[in-house]
């Protein structure tokens, strides 16, 4: 599995994650009053008015899929960096990220045809090179922020990349590498 050909996105996704103490990342888990709400949003208020809407989406498998994707998949980079920016729990909203990342029930709402456009390599290989290998580096980074200032400066500079790192990517050739 080779990596991507979109390094904008593991370039933002890197500076969102320097943004949040990833130190922290497991105690925004442990709050229920925070994560209960979050979850029955994604996991029951979601899937229910796509329930109620499926009969009006186009015909088309392709723009099944592409609502359906951006309805179940929330958006987490722009959700995380937005979040931090208006000073809100970016370390709790980001520990419960894998939590909302695309669900398993995405082929219960696709027919057949929109189901056969989807191949689950490039999703694996989003995962691995644009989610887990830049919230690994931040992570690393983070840990050995206060021993070396020039990763100190490195670190504090990735704070104001986050809105200029997500404009500057491609979205539509992203979007494009999950379809066969």
Not at 9 to 14: E, K, N, Q, R
Not at 25 to 42: C, E, K, S, T, V
Not at 113 to 129: C, E, K, N, R
Request: glycine share 6%.
């Amino acid at each position: 599995m080779g990596k991507p050909d979109q390094p904008g996105v593991a370039i933002m996704l890197f500076v969102t994650f320097m943004q949040v103490p990833l130190v922290t990342l497991l105690d925004g888990l442990r709050n229920l009053r925070f994560i209960g709400p979050l979850l029955a949003a994604n996991f029951i208020g979601v899937p229910l008015l796509l329930l109620l809407t499926r009969p009006l989406l186009p015909d088309v498998p392709l723009v099944q899929f592409g609502i359906l994707l951006v309805l179940l998949a929330p958006c987490i980079d722009y959700i995380v960096t937005f979040c931090h920016l208006e000073r809100g729990d970016a370390a709790r909203l980001l520990a419960c990220t894998p939590l909302l990342l695309l669900p398993l029930y995405l082929a219960l709402f696709l027919d057949d045809a929109a189901a056969a456009l989807i191949s689950p390599a490039p999703f694996a290989q989003a995962f691995i090179w644009l989610i887990l290998m830049p919230l690994i580096g931040a992570g690393l980074l983070q840990h050995i922020q206060p021993r070396f200032l020039i990763v100190q400066r490195t670190a504090n500079a990735a704070g104001w990349l986050p809105v200029p790192a997500t404009a500057g990517v491609p979205w539509h050739s992203v979007a494009l590498r999950v379809i066969r």
